[in-house]
């Protein structure tokens, strides 16, 4: 009862870009937690379709005319979407490594960390 009502409860505080900073965590820890594992472990296939259903809904929502976010801001996430398909599909075949996936992960973080200056 009470893991519930503490989730409850973040859902509450947590602002939208807490969320994506939460859910690209977890993602990314995932694929560092795997990275060396071989290509075909269910681990390895599980944290590369998660990063890519991220990423997809990323696209996706940039993809849509009420989005909010900057044109050149929302292209550039569509660009990056695009991107770490086509590498997911590398990494897969064992032609290039997850590294690459984290670091970009981390660099998205990084911007998401960062608070907007108070008005």
């Not at 259903?53 to 996706?60: G, K, V, Y």
């Not at 050149?72 to 695009?82: C, D, F, V």
């Not at 997911?88 to 660099?107: H, I, K, Y």
Request: proline share 3%; net charge neutral.
């Amino acid at each position: 009862m009470s893991l519930r009502a503490y989730s409850n409860a973040q859902r509450v505080v947590e602002t939208p870009r807490d969320t994506e900073y939460r859910l690209f965590a977890e993602i990314t820890r995932r694929l560092i937690e795997v990275k060396d594992l071989p290509r075909h472990d269910n681990g390895v296939i599980e944290a590369i379709h998660r990063n890519k259903r991220l990423w997809s809904t990323l696209m996706a929502d940039c993809s849509r005319d009420g989005n909010s976010l900057p044109e050149s801001t929302r292209a550039s996430i569509i660009s990056l979407a695009l991107w770490v398909d086509r590498h997911s599909s590398a990494v897969m075949r064992g032609q290039e490594s997850v590294d690459d996936l984290v670091a970009v992960n981390r660099t998205i973080m990084e911007g998401l960390a960062q608070r907007p200056a108070a008005a």
